[in-house]
């Protein structure tokens, strides 16, 4: 725990866009981002993994997307190979943009993490998120809960953590936003995939 504290403050002076609103793990590990003191072992199969799971439990035609927490942009990389993107919003910290960015350049649209309001109440056809609402603040999680997912058509969701929290936690509330909630173990770590969709 103190070894985190060290790090939560060490980012403090080193993040740009640190506003309270970022815990260590968001903030210095996963997602392969350059630098990381803790980079993840991400693959290019893994996001094969991810995107076969999309095609089995999601009915998606194109449109909209929003993507709180790209990484590398992998993912949506794959995304704008299979399906016709009309837009492409990402929320992230700003020190991780260059590594999506390298991937996406300007196909997508930039929301720095701390600007988050900006996308809150707007409609979007799908809403991605692999490995990262689990490590962001409770307030933060609440407020992607109350202010962006019930706008949004469709949602797909990749996440979890070991004591199962968490998952219970996104199960009740995809069943209090989508009929038609459903979830399954994705054999990844501790997590799980959940979807719901308005269509």
């Known amino acids: 725990?103190?070894?985190?504290?060290a790090e939560y403050e060490k980012l403090k002076y080193e993040t740009e866009d640190f506003e309270n609103h970022i815990t260590v793990h968001w903030g210095n590990r996963g997602a392969e981002h350059k630098g990381n003191k803790y980079p993840a072992t991400y693959s290019i199969d893994k996001e094969?993994?991810?995107?076969?799971?999309?095609?089995?439990?999601?009915?998606?035609?194109?449109?909209?997307?929003?993507e709180v927490g790209p990484g590398r942009g992998k993912f949506a990389n794959l995304l704008f190979e299979n399906y016709p993107i009309t837009s492409?919003?990402?929320?992230?910290?700003k020190k991780n943009f260059v590594d999506s960015e390298e991937l996406?350049?300007?196909k997508a649209i930039y929301v720095e993490s701390k600007d988050y309001e900006q996308v809150w109440n707007k409609p979007y056809d799908l809403f991605v998120s692999t490995f990262v609402i689990s490590e962001t603040p409770l307030?933060?999680?609440?407020?992607?809960?109350?202010?962006i997912i019930p706008n949004c058509k469709t949602v797909f969701i990749v996440d979890g953590d070991i004591n199962h929290d968490f998952n219970n936690e996104m199960i009740k509330m995809m069943q209090k936003n989508f009929s038609n909630a459903t979830?399954?173990?994705s054999g990844?770590?501790?997590?799980?995939v959940i979807t719901g969709s308005k269509l």
Request: charge should be negative.
């Open 1 to 5: 725990m103190d070894n985190d504290r």
């Open 48 to 66: 094969y993994k991810i995107l076969s799971f999309f095609k089995e439990m999601v009915k998606f035609d194109g449109g909209s997307v929003l």
């Open 88 to 93: 492409y919003t990402v929320l992230d910290l």
């Open 104 to 106: 996406l350049g300007n």
């Open 139 to 147: 307030y933060y999680k609440d407020n992607i809960y109350e202010h």
């Open 183 to 185: 979830y399954k173990d």
């Open 188 to 192: 990844m770590h501790s997590s799980m």
